[in-house]
């Protein structure tokens, strides 16, 4: 008997040894045949058959695996389900697989806090079929999400069609534990549990599994939208689809999900056994979903099917049911397996557009399609302007292959050239290595590349992916002299202004404070103060792709302000008010009682310019919505504070100004009570744009009368149409059980900007992470904070409270301390302790010059 | 070789997996072990690497993940691309019997059910020792491992298999003084009495034909028909299978009927099945005119003519040859809920697999036993008072599975709690 084996190097005797005692013989597979079932994953263009797989049982298990391999040197990739669309679970040269199917336990539902705790394994779908009793539900949902785990969307940062309104794996992961490529575990922990820092978690989420392999991961979870509705446009022309998209987003609503699929795939669907029932000669169709409370709905459904109905839909079919729901996406969700019907292999690319270049791009596609003589089949989500063309082929052609090799490279090109990335949500893997120096500078690859060294050093997790093997050269690093220290703060007037100081600095080994010292504390001795003041200004508004990129130094309200005319804004209210900069909310991790409704800033960043400590330019991301194009070093520079650099420019997505803004407030004699009335708001569900539980005086109001600090204010923000904010007011109102006082429009956003104003500016200011469900006894320690004349407010969902107090003397300074500690235990949530990742920020600043180097703690 | 070839006609069927995975959480065997090689997507691989000439259906590999499969087919059910797994997998396995001779008790079974008369002894011996009431002693305290463990289990299946008695209500057993229904006629059929079924669920067949003529369908005898094959085409004895499928082809398109009826899954399954199996019209022609038993009753637009009240609670589980292979998910439901004060409790993951698959808890004691045992703990939290299955094989096992965690809870064939609300209303 003859069997082939691949030539892979067969695992030593004694390492299976190992192996098999820490896992079980069991769950160490080793024989070749059976191995050739992990040569592929959801892309099977490529097979590499691993050395060995092992399924460990637990995460001690697990760690203890990846020492082993670690001090043998062998390499090891992690595998959920394998059902990746990069080849990022491929076993190249011969790794180890290790496997996280038996990790498939959720260990914990805390529906108070709206959090979960699960193994890696756990399937994605699962998990909102334990939490949907508790009316809450895990929002990202890949299109592979009944079968694709959660230890890999981890790794891929998974994106799904609704992930317009909702966003994509990385904001809702709230921290992780990783075994590192060197078998240490690692805890890192996000802002909502109490970590001041560089966003490591944003850095892991999307690594592609290259550094190191996630054995928890703690979740948030939203309450599930209380109504849906679902609308199917069908065009004559794909342009009139993309046309009704641009319309829609324009007119305000802000859709869970907007997909298209093309007339080949319409044809696709029909002809197999799944037809949905779409007309084959429409040119596309559109699906438009949108979710959220019952009575806003209607309204907007209208509105979303007058702009259908305006750009040229010969039809428009409403769902009256969950069945006619689920029959309009058939189309959709079907396509991908209609396709692999009609033909043997197929080629799916993952490339993402800005949104108003989509008709352009889809063109382009086309003639590409003609020109080699092949069937490309379009479905995308239209709203993200993530592009899915199917390439439809049968590998035994070789020249077929050919062609489908050449046209998909030129689709890319497309893409690239007006501004779009080569990866939207699939991730880069094996299969689009050879696309990253189009996209992404030599100064970034170099960088992702560093990074990925400092976390493994030895190259074996996941050897192979995400970056080429050869780096192109690097520019040379500038080399000008440095300025005379300590004559005051220099206000950087482009990158290579920055670039040029800070390469002086690092040269001479100065240290460098960025900012203001209140964000950064001031090292010893003499060193360079840089400021980004000057960097103001909007530098680029493109409205119908709800994107903006501005100067670092631009204050918040001086970007609504630019803003307005489009009817978009960025929903923002740090501390500071609209005069605190955007680079400072960036770097400081700084985010106001919104980002209860609309998420943080760093759920909305899409790209940055950073000067690194040692002088280099770093262009992060880019200006598209999704982008899953190597490492999120962008991510990493949220919260920073300066350890990595300077930035000097940012790139957000934007949002469509609410058509009504209305802010309730309640005014509570008894402080606790008041926390109780708030805890039984955010208990409903209700999608509120923010709910605070306020004490002490603020921006100029009292809360009782001018007496302080007596009682304590609930404030509720509403955004929506108006039928919707007036449902969500009747539902808060009977929370309450009392009227509150209502404001709407201008007062309300000056209501709220009045309030933001007040925070930050204490002598003792800070964020004390806490969990929402301990809202009462965070309110009755912060009360004795506000008795000492602080000011307090608390997000009574999510958690978290902002203390501002100016304390009078030395005693004073202490009890406040004291006090923090306080609500710090009464919060219950412990910050753990910095990761060891400090090579990281080396790579940044590797002479050691900037605040993250010098500073002694992140708190 | 012949049958390499076989398999190697089938490149495009296996060519339709475009490896996406869907199928991986809904297998039994990955659910269990986590390992893809037990997944559909990877026993398809296997098959693939076969006749791509990479792989040796002799190899361990092969042999060990096509036999643990149970052939649930639930992959069917959610695949995007339509993979036809079951063909697939009794071609497949095919290969691998005849590059590997099985194990003894494996291969005794399909041999004893070809046999018209090995089959009515073995059975009969089996009625027997289940009328003396041992089995049921046994079950449940013998060791759940090792040998005993499988007679404990072959014990527990017997048990199960006898006729239960359905005490509920005030007045149970009482027959009510009610004039005869007289439904319409609504034409032929004949009824496939099956092997296990007629040795061992008599009573179930009998049920059946009640409730058919309570519903105006004429039940027409047919001699001449055997055991289906079902369990042979499964562990890929093909010829043998196919044997069987024309007799029983032929006996029953000679009845001339509107409609055969099965009121066991896995035979249902197969006789559909007949036209692709056998490859010709007259299979094809008999094939179409299958039905189950719930679908003639209550599917298609159909009622049950309702009994007398039957106040009980009861989870439906879904046997996997007939909400996955043949698709006939609501009318047992429907049939159910037809029933007069009869109250439907949800099985947890009710379309999971019980580990039945003919004898797969004696072969694979360990895994089958795992398996069996999710689903006796579903059941568990659901507080029913009676289980109700439309096959042989998944009452047995879900009995034996209950038995063994000491619970009496019955399990019955739907038409079994249909048959007894007509009894009540005093039609039978």
């Given at each position: 008997?003859?069997?082939?084996?691949?030539?892979?190097?067969?695992l030593?005797l004694a390492?299976?040894?190992?192996?098999?005692?820490?896992v079980g013989?069991d769950?160490?597979i080793?024989?070749p045949?059976?191995?050739?079932?992990?040569?592929?994953?959801?892309?099977?263009?490529?097979r590499?058959?691993?050395?060995?797989?092992?399924l460990?049982?637990?995460a001690?298990?697990?760690?203890?695996?990846?020492?082993?391999?670690h001090?043998?040197?062998?390499?090891f990739?992690?595998?959920?389900?394998?059902?990746?669309?990069?080849?990022?679970a491929?076993?190249?040269?011969?790794?180890?697989?290790?496997?996280?199917?038996?990790?498939?336990?959720?260990?914990?539902?805390?529906?108070a806090?709206?959090?979960?705790?699960?193994?890696p394994g756990?399937?994605?779908?699962?998990l909102?079929?334990?939490?949907?009793p508790?009316g809450l539900?895990?929002?990202?949902?890949?299109?592979?999400?009944s079968?694709c785990t959660?230890?890999?969307?981890?790794?891929?940062?998974s994106?799904?069609?609704?992930?317009?309104?909702y966003g994509?794996?990385?904001?809702?992961?709230?921290?992780l534990?990783?075994?590192?490529?060197?078998?240490?575990?690692?805890r890192?922990?996000g802002?909502?549990?109490?970590w001041r820092?560089?966003?490591?978690i944003?850095l892991?989420v999307?690594?592609?599994?290259?550094?190191?392999?996630?054995t928890?991961?703690?979740?948030?979870?939203?309450?599930?939208?209380?109504?849906v509705?679902?609308?199917?446009?069908?065009?004559?022309s794909?342009?009139?689809?993309?046309?009704?998209?641009t319309?829609?987003?324009?007119s305000g609503?802000?859709?869970?999900?907007?997909?298209?699929?093309?007339?080949?795939t319409?044809?696709?669907?029909?002809?197999?056994?799944f037809a949905?029932?779409?007309?084959?000669?429409?040119?596309?169709?559109?699906?438009?979903?949108?979710d959220?409370?019952?009575e806003g709905l209607?309204a907007e459904?209208?509105?979303?099917?007058?702009c259908v109905?305006?750009?040229?839909?010969?039809?428009v079919?409403?769902?009256q049911?969950?069945?006619?729901r689920t029959?309009?996406?058939?189309g959709?969700?079907?396509?991908?397996?209609?396709?692999?019907?009609?033909?043997p292999?197929l080629l799916?690319?993952?490339?993402?557009?800005?949104?108003?270049?989509?008709?352009?791009?889809?063109?382009?596609?086309?003639?590409i399609?003609?020109?080699?003589d092949?069937?490309?089949?379009?479905?995308?989500?239209a709203?993200?302007?993530?592009l899915?063309p199917?390439l439809?082929?049968?590998?035994?052609?070789?020249?077929e292959?050919?062609?489908?090799e050449?046209?998909?490279?030129?689709?890319?090109?497309?893409?690239i050239?007006?501004?779009?990335?080569i990866?939207?949500?699939?991730?880069v893997?094996?299969d689009?290595?050879?696309?990253m120096e189009?996209?992404?500078s030599?100064?970034?690859?170099?960088?992702?590349?560093?990074?990925r060294s400092a976390?493994?050093?030895?190259?074996?997790?996941n050897?192979?992916?995400?970056?080429?093997?050869?780096?192109?050269a690097?520019?040379?690093l500038?080399?000008?002299p440095?300025?005379?220290l300590?004559?005051?703060?220099?206000?950087?007037?482009s990158?290579?202004h920055?670039?040029?100081?800070?390469?002086?600095?690092s040269?001479?080994?100065?240290?460098?404070?960025?900012?203001?010292?209140?964000?950064?504390?001031?090292?010893?001795?003499?060193?360079?103060?840089?400021?980004?003041?000057?960097?103001?200004?909007?530098?680029?508004?493109?409205?119908?792709?709800?994107?903006?990129t501005?100067?670092?130094?631009?204050?918040v309200?001086?970007l609504?302000?630019a803003?307005l005319?489009?009817?978009q804004?960025?929903?923002?209210?740090?501390?500071?008010g609209?005069?605190?900069t955007?680079?400072?909310?960036?770097?400081g991790?700084?985010?106001?009682p919104?980002?209860t409704?609309?998420?943080?800033?760093?759920?909305?960043?899409?790209?940055?310019t950073l000067?690194?400590?040692?002088?280099?330019?770093?262009e992060?991301?880019g200006?598209v919505?999704?982008?899953v194009?190597g490492?999120?070093?962008?991510?990493?520079?949220?919260?920073s504070?300066?350890?990595?650099?300077?930035?000097?420019?940012?790139?957000?997505?934007?949002?469509?100004l609410?058509?009504?803004?209305?802010?309730?407030?309640?005014?509570?004699e008894d402080?606790?009570?008041?926390a109780?009335?708030?805890?039984?708001m955010?208990?409903t569900g209700?999608?509120?744009?923010?709910?605070?539980?306020?004490?002490?005086e603020f921006?100029g109001?009292?809360?009782?009368d001018?007496?302080?600090?007596?009682?304590?204010?609930?404030a509720?923000?509403?955004h929506g149409n108006?039928?919707?904010?007036?449902?969500m007011?009747?539902?808060?109102?009977?929370?309450?059980?009392?009227?509150?006082?209502?404001l709407?429009?201008?007062?309300?956003?000056g209501?709220?900007?009045?309030?933001?104003?007040?925070?930050?500016?204490?002598?003792?200011?800070?964020v004390?992470?806490t969990?929402a469900s301990?809202a009462?006894?965070?309110?009755?320690?912060?009360?004795?904070?506000v008795?000492l004349?602080?000011r307090?407010s608390?997000?009574?969902?999510?958690?978290?409270?902002?203390?501002?107090?100016?304390?009078?003397?030395?005693?004073?300074?202490d009890r406040a301390?004291?006090?923090l500690?306080?609500?710090?235990?009464?919060g219950g949530?412990?910050p753990?302790?910095?990761p060891e990742?400090?090579?990281?920020l080396?790579?940044f600043?590797?002479?050691?010059?900037l605040p993250?180097?010098?500073?002694?703690?992140?708190s | 070789?012949?049958?390499r070839?076989?398999?190697?006609?089938?490149k495009?069927?296996?060519g339709h997996?475009?490896?996406?995975?869907?199928?991986?959480?809904?297998?039994p065997?990955?659910?269990?072990?986590?390992?893809e090689?037990?997944?559909?997507?990877?026993r398809?691989h296997l098959?693939r690497a076969?006749?791509?000439?990479?792989l040796e259906?002799?190899?361990d590999?092969?042999?060990l993940?096509l036999?643990?499969?149970?052939g649930c087919?639930a992959?069917?059910?959610?695949c995007?691309s339509?993979?036809?797994?079951?063909f697939?997998l009794?071609?497949?396995?095919?290969?691998?019997?005849?590059a590997?001779?099985?194990?003894?008790?494996v291969r005794?079974?399909?041999?004893?059910m070809?046999?018209?008369g090995?089959?009515s002894?073995?059975?009969?011996?089996g009625?027997?020792?289940?009328?003396t009431?041992?089995?049921?002693?046994?079950a449940g305290?013998?060791p759940?491992t090792?040998?005993?463990?499988r007679v404990?289990l072959?014990?527990?299946?017997l048990?199960?298999?006898?006729?239960?008695?359905?005490?509920?209500?005030?007045d149970?057993?009482?027959?009510?003084?009610r004039?005869r229904?007289?439904?319409p006629?609504r034409?032929?059929?004949?009824?496939?009495?099956?092997?296990?079924?007629?040795?061992?669920?008599?009573?179930v067949?009998?049920a059946t034909?009640t409730?058919?003529?309570?519903?105006?369908?004429e039940?027409?005898?047919?001699?001449?028909q055997?055991?289906?094959?079902?369990?042979?085409?499964h562990?890929?004895?093909l010829?043998?299978a196919?044997?069987l499928?024309?007799?029983?082809?032929?006996?029953?398109?000679a009845?001339?009927?509107?409609?055969v009826?099965?009121?066991?899954?896995?035979c249902?399954?197969?006789?559909r099945?007949s036209?692709e199996?056998?490859e010709?019209?007259?299979a094809?022609?008999?094939?179409?005119?299958v039905?189950?038993?719930s679908?003639?009753?209550a599917?298609?637009?159909?009622?049950?003519?309702?009994?007398?009240?039957?106040?009980?609670?009861?989870?439906?589980?879904?046997?996997?040859?007939?909400?996955?292979?043949?698709?006939?998910?609501?009318s047992?439901l429907?049939?159910?809920?037809?029933?007069?004060?009869?109250?439907?409790v949800?099985i947890?993951?009710?379309?999971?697999?019980?580990?039945?698959a003919?004898?797969?808890?004696?072969?694979?004691?360990?895994?089958g036993?795992r398996?069996?045992?999710?689903k006796?703990?579903?059941?568990?939290?659901?507080g029913c008072d009676?289980?109700a299955?439309g096959?042989p094989?998944?009452?047995?096992?879900?009995?034996?599975?209950?038995?063994a965690?000491?619970?009496?809870?019955?399990?019955?064939?739907?038409?079994?709690?249909?048959a007894?609300?007509?009894r009540?209303?005093?039609?039978?």
């Amino acid at each position: 008997m003859s069997t082939t084996l691949p030539l892979v190097p067969s695992l030593p005797l004694a390492l299976r040894g190992k192996l098999a005692d820490v896992v079980g013989d069991d769950h160490l597979i080793t024989d070749p045949d059976r191995l050739l079932v992990y040569e592929s994953d959801g892309l099977t263009q490529y097979r590499f058959s691993p050395s060995a797989v092992i399924l460990p049982g637990s995460a001690a298990e697990l760690q203890e695996a990846v020492r082993i391999l670690h001090l043998e040197g062998r390499a090891f990739v992690a595998r959920g389900a394998g059902t990746g669309l990069s080849g990022g679970a491929l076993a190249t040269g011969g790794a180890v697989v290790i496997g996280t199917a038996r990790l498939n336990r959720i260990l914990e539902v805390d529906p108070a806090n709206r959090l979960a705790r699960v193994e890696p394994g756990v399937v994605n779908t699962e998990l909102t079929r334990v939490t949907r009793p508790h009316g809450l539900i895990y929002a990202p949902d890949p299109s592979s999400q009944s079968a694709c785990t959660l230890g890999g969307n981890v790794a891929e940062n998974s994106g799904g069609p609704h992930c317009l309104k909702y966003g994509v794996t990385s904001r809702y992961v709230q921290a992780l534990t990783v075994i590192l490529p060197d078998g240490r575990s690692a805890r890192l922990e996000g802002a909502s549990r109490g970590w001041r820092g560089p966003d490591w978690i944003g850095l892991f989420v999307g690594s592609e599994g290259c550094f190191g392999v996630v054995t928890e991961i703690e979740v948030g979870l939203i309450p599930e939208p209380a109504g849906v509705r679902t609308l199917l446009g069908i065009f004559d022309s794909l342009e009139g689809a993309g046309r009704a998209v641009t319309a829609i987003i324009s007119s305000g609503i802000l859709p869970a999900a907007l997909e298209i699929v093309d007339q080949e795939t319409i044809r696709a669907v029909e002809a197999s056994v799944f037809a949905a029932g779409y007309p084959t000669d429409a040119g596309a169709a559109l699906v438009v979903e949108l979710d959220g409370v019952e009575e806003g709905l209607d309204a907007e459904l209208e509105l979303a099917a007058t702009c259908v109905r305006d750009e040229g839909a010969s039809e428009v079919r409403i769902a009256q049911s969950d069945e006619e729901r689920t029959a309009l996406w058939a189309g959709r969700k079907r396509a991908f397996g209609a396709m692999g019907r009609i033909a043997p292999d197929l080629l799916v690319q993952d490339a993402t557009v800005p949104r108003s270049r989509l008709p352009a791009v889809l063109r382009r596609i086309g003639e590409i399609g003609d020109r080699y003589d092949l069937t490309i089949a379009n479905v995308f989500h239209a709203g993200d302007g993530n592009l899915h063309p199917n390439l439809l082929f049968d590998r035994n052609d070789a020249e077929e292959l050919a062609r489908v090799e050449a046209a998909s490279r030129e689709i890319m090109e497309v893409c690239i050239e007006v501004g779009g990335t080569i990866t939207g949500e699939h991730g880069v893997g094996i299969d689009k290595r050879g696309y990253m120096e189009r996209v992404l500078s030599p100064e970034v690859l170099h960088a992702m590349s560093e990074v990925r060294s400092a976390l493994d050093p030895f190259g074996l997790c996941n050897p192979g992916k995400v970056l080429p093997d050869e780096l192109p050269a690097r520019a040379e690093l500038p080399n000008e002299p440095l300025p005379a220290l300590d004559a005051g703060p220099i206000e950087v007037e482009s990158d290579r202004h920055a670039a040029a100081l800070l390469a002086a600095a690092s040269r001479e080994g100065v240290s460098v404070v960025i900012g203001g010292a209140r964000s950064s504390g001031a090292p010893p001795g003499p060193h360079l103060r840089l400021s980004a003041r000057g960097l103001r200004g909007v530098i680029d508004h493109s409205p119908p792709d709800l994107t903006v990129t501005v100067g670092a130094g631009t204050p918040v309200g001086e970007l609504q302000e630019a803003l307005l005319a489009s009817t978009q804004w960025f929903p923002l209210d740090p501390p500071g008010g609209g005069a605190t900069t955007i680079g400072q909310v960036l770097a400081g991790g700084l985010d106001g009682p919104l980002c209860t409704g609309y998420g943080r800033l760093r759920d909305h960043l899409l790209g940055a310019t950073l000067v690194t400590g040692e002088g280099r330019v770093l262009e992060l991301g880019g200006r598209v919505v999704k982008n899953v194009a190597g490492f999120d070093l962008l991510r990493l520079t949220v919260g920073s504070r300066g350890a990595l650099g300077l930035i000097t420019r940012l790139t957000l997505r934007l949002f469509p100004l609410p058509a009504v803004d209305r802010t309730l407030v309640w005014t509570i004699e008894d402080p606790l009570e008041a926390a109780r009335i708030g805890m039984r708001m955010a208990a409903t569900g209700s999608p509120v744009a923010a709910l605070e539980w306020i004490a002490g005086e603020f921006g100029g109001e009292s809360p009782s009368d001018g007496r302080l600090p007596v009682g304590a204010l609930v404030a509720a923000r509403l955004h929506g149409n108006r039928p919707s904010v007036e449902a969500m007011a009747r539902t808060l109102e009977a929370a309450a059980g009392v009227g509150p006082r209502v404001l709407e429009g201008e007062e309300s956003a000056g209501w709220w900007e009045r309030r933001a104003r007040r925070e930050g500016t204490g002598a003792v200011s800070t964020v004390v992470s806490t969990l929402a469900s301990r809202a009462e006894s965070v309110a009755e320690a912060t009360h004795r904070w506000v008795d000492l004349g602080g000011r307090a407010s608390l997000h009574l969902v999510g958690g978290g409270v902002r203390l501002d107090l100016d304390p009078a003397g030395e005693r004073a300074v202490d009890r406040a301390r004291a006090l923090l500690d306080e609500v710090a235990r009464a919060g219950g949530v412990t910050p753990a302790p910095s990761p060891e990742l400090s090579g990281v920020l080396g790579v940044f600043d590797p002479a050691g010059i900037l605040p993250g180097r010098w500073r002694e703690s992140w708190s | 070789m012949e049958l390499r070839a076989a398999l190697e006609e089938q490149k495009d069927r296996l060519g339709h997996c475009v490896h996406c995975g869907f199928c991986l959480p809904v297998c039994p065997t990955y659910i269990q072990l986590g390992d893809e090689a037990d997944s559909p997507r990877g026993r398809l691989h296997l098959m693939r690497a076969v006749v791509e000439g990479r792989l040796e259906p002799e190899s361990d590999a092969y042999q060990l993940h096509l036999d643990r499969c149970l052939g649930c087919r639930a992959c069917e059910t959610v695949c995007p691309s339509g993979v036809e797994y079951g063909f697939l997998l009794e071609r497949a396995r095919a290969l691998a019997v005849e590059a590997r001779r099985p194990p003894l008790p494996v291969r005794l079974l399909p041999a004893l059910m070809a046999r018209d008369g090995a089959r009515s002894v073995a059975l009969g011996m089996g009625r027997v020792i289940r009328g003396t009431g041992i089995p049921e002693t046994m079950a449940g305290r013998l060791p759940t491992t090792g040998l005993w463990g499988r007679v404990g289990l072959a014990m527990g299946m017997l048990a199960s298999s006898r006729p239960s008695r359905l005490d509920a209500g005030s007045d149970a057993g009482k027959a009510k003084t009610r004039p005869r229904n007289d439904p319409p006629s609504r034409g032929r059929v004949a009824m496939l009495t099956g092997c296990v079924q007629s040795g061992l669920f008599a009573h179930v067949n009998r049920a059946t034909r009640t409730v058919l003529e309570a519903n105006g369908w004429e039940v027409v005898e047919v001699t001449g028909q055997g055991c289906c094959g079902a369990l042979h085409a499964h562990s890929g004895r093909l010829d043998q299978a196919r044997e069987l499928a024309r007799v029983n082809v032929s006996a029953f398109t000679a009845a001339g009927v509107d409609h055969v009826i099965s009121n066991a899954a896995g035979c249902g399954a197969l006789l559909r099945e007949s036209g692709e199996l056998l490859e010709d019209e007259a299979a094809e022609a008999m094939a179409k005119s299958v039905r189950d038993i719930s679908e003639l009753l209550a599917g298609e637009g159909r009622e049950p003519v309702r009994g007398a009240p039957l106040p009980l609670k009861v989870a439906y589980d879904p046997p996997c040859h007939l909400h996955h292979a043949q698709r006939v998910t609501t009318s047992p439901l429907r049939l159910l809920e037809s029933i007069p004060e009869l109250e439907l409790v949800p099985i947890p993951g009710a379309e999971e697999c019980c580990g039945g698959a003919g004898i797969y808890g004696i072969t694979h004691q360990d895994l089958g036993g795992r398996v069996g045992r999710r689903k006796t703990d579903a059941i568990l939290t659901t507080g029913c008072d009676v289980v109700a299955t439309g096959n042989p094989g998944c009452q047995m096992q879900i009995g034996a599975g209950l038995l063994a965690a000491g619970e009496r809870i019955r399990v019955v064939h739907p038409v079994e709690l249909l048959a007894e609300s007509y009894r009540r209303a005093g039609w039978s």
